[in-house]
């Protein structure tokens, strides 16, 4: 299983972003699918999760600004950010959990400045 993460970029606070994350593979729809993030000198977090069946679950951080949603006919995970805040700003990953195994994708920055 491969992922590529695509959207990320600089945006000022309160505007919005779309993550987008196309995974090849035939388990796709059989998987949790996740958006992960990482700031400087900080853990990685969860930011928001979807299972198979579309039941979501944030981080208390993002309630109510972030939506995680999912194709399954095109394999892709989105991650939609609104009223985005400074401490938003992170190295976001695309994650795939399917049988207890986790497969990443190659992180795309976020950056939410004025």
């Known amino acids: 299983v491969q992922l590529q993460a695509s959207g990320g970029g600089l945006v000022q606070p309160g505007g919005s972003l779309r993550l987008s994350c196309a995974a090849s593979?035939?388990?796709?729809?059989?998987?949790?699918g996740g958006w992960y993030r990482q700031a400087p000198g900080k853990q990685r977090e969860l930011v928001a999760v979807?299972?198979?069946?579309?039941?979501?679950n944030y981080a208390d951080s993002v309630k109510g600004r972030f939506t995680i949603s999912r194709d399954n006919a095109k394999n892709t995970v989105y991650l939609q950010m609104n009223s985005l805040k400074p401490e938003d700003t992170a190295v976001y990953y695309c994650n795939l959990n399917f049988a207890s195994r986790d497969f990443w994708g190659q992180g795309t920055q976020v950056t939410v400045s004025s």
């Open positions: 979807i299972n198979g069946q579309s039941s979501t």
């Open positions: 593979g035939s388990i796709f729809r059989f998987a949790i």
